[in-house]
């Protein structure tokens, strides 16, 4: 007698369950919405700390003359960079602003984005604020190099029962608090678009 071939070869148990799984698997995948591919958006990036006297916001970046380096040039600790734009900004990881007495980045800038300034007591680049979860003072270590450093203690900053405390009204936002900090992020300086 001739083998029917309209009846298909009895399936093992194994190749069974295989079958099931993958037809189980395929219903599951295709009743899953599709997303389309999306480009990554940068994270917004932080106003950068601009030299002493810097008019504020939008009138800064206007103002100032790209690669003038004139308040570059003049600063005595080489503590003013170029961002990206060819604009000047201070970076206190790497070299803070020093107050100079008579600030002369202020008195030097050809454009006036730098407003002259008379003392270092009239720089407001920025406010210093302390992480007090990463600072290690908070957590018992009686660290106090920021008060230590600061070119103004008691004017810009206290401590409170041993412990720093920014006074933000006077704190110049120089950023040797964050120069001289042993703890690596436990003081920012924020510059006065993050302070509002």
Do not use: W
Not at 41 to 53: A, S, V
Not at 79 to 85: H, P, W
Not at 125 to 132: D, F, Q, R, S, Y
Not at 162 to 181: H, K, N, W
């Amino acid at each position: 007698m001739m083998p029917d071939d309209s009846q298909s070869a009895p399936v093992s148990r194994k190749d069974f369950i295989e079958q099931g799984m993958r037809s189980l698997l395929g219903a599951l995948a295709d009743s899953l919405p599709s997303f389309s591919p999306q480009e990554e958006t940068p994270p917004p990036q932080k106003p950068l700390l601009r030299p002493p006297g810097a008019l504020p916001g939008s009138a800064f970046t206007e103002t100032c003359q790209p690669h003038c380096e004139a308040c570059r040039n003049v600063c005595p600790r080489h503590a003013i960079f170029e961002d990206s734009q060819g604009l000047p900004y201070i970076d206190p990881h790497t070299a803070p602003c020093v107050m100079c007495v008579d600030v002369p980045c202020t008195q030097i800038c050809p454009t006036e984005a730098l407003q002259p300034l008379s003392t270092p007591n009239a720089i407001r680049m920025g406010t210093a604020v302390i992480e007090l979860t990463v600072c290690t003072a908070y957590q018992g270590s009686g660290c106090t190099q920021c008060y230590e450093s600061c070119p103004i203690p008691e004017q810009a900053i206290r401590l409170n029962e041993g412990l720093p405390e920014i006074l933000s009204q006077e704190c110049t936002g120089c950023g040797v608090c964050v120069f001289d900090c042993p703890t690596l992020g436990a003081i920012t300086i924020h510059p006065p678009a993050l302070i509002a």
